[in-house]
Structure formats: C-alpha cells, structure tokens
C-alpha cells in the first residue's frame, strides 16, 4: 500500500509560480511512474504531467514549456514547478502513482490563479 499527499497548493494571481510536492510512503517508490493530473470544476480528470522510473518526463501540450515535474527518490517524493500561471490552470492537482495496473491516488490540492 502506498498513500500519496499533496502540498503546495493555493491562490496566486496570473504569472505568478507555485511548487506542488507529493509525498510517498512505502519503501517502493522508485519503481512507481508518477504523475500529476488536474480536474477542472465541471471537467474531467486530465494528465498534467508524468516522469517515469528512470526520469523520463512527459507533458501536456497546455502547460509544455511553464510546468516542470520532477522526483527526488531519497525522499520519496515528487515535485510539479508551475510557473506563468494561467486562470485556466485553476484546478485540484493530484499526485498518482503508478505500478503496472496498480494505481495510488492522492487527495488533491487546490490551485487558484485569479487577480
């Protein structure tokens, strides 16, 4: 069993940055694929990001070039670095963890960009 949690969330204005981590319990964190994905009010769960076992990064087109995911497999943990945030960023973020079928979800934090 692995249970993920989120921080980092919180309201910020237009162009403005926030670091969302994601930390993993368990002792197998470094061969799970992590990610990070976002739902809108009214919208489905969407990819945001993922980075595999060996740090191979993969993201959507929508925040290609603003957002940065990355993982520290010492402290078991993920990081999404959001910079030039946009109103249509605002969402709940959550962590997954994913090993072959077996997938591990987070709570969610929420993200606000509004002035």
């Known amino acids: 069993q692995v249970q993920l949690v989120e921080s980092g969330g919180g309201l910020v204005q237009p162009g403005g940055s926030l670091r969302l981590s994601c930390a993993a319990s368990?002792?197998?964190?470094?061969?799970?694929?992590m990610g990070w994905y976002r739902q809108a009010p009214g919208k489905q769960r969407e990819l945001v990001a993922i980075?595999?076992?060996?740090?191979?990064?993969n993201y959507a087109d929508s925040v290609k070039g603003r957002f940065t995911i990355s993982r520290d497999n010492t402290k078991n943990t993920i990081y999404l670095q959001m910079n030039s945030l946009k109103p249509e960023d605002t969402a709940v973020y959550y962590c997954?963890?994913?090993?072959?079928?077996?997938?591990?979800w987070g709570q969610g934090t929420q993200v606000t960009v509004s002035s």
């Open positions: 997954n963890g994913r090993l072959s079928s077996i997938n591990y």
């Open positions: 368990g002792s197998m964190f470094s061969v799970y694929t």
């Open positions: 980075i595999s076992v060996g740090s191979s990064t």
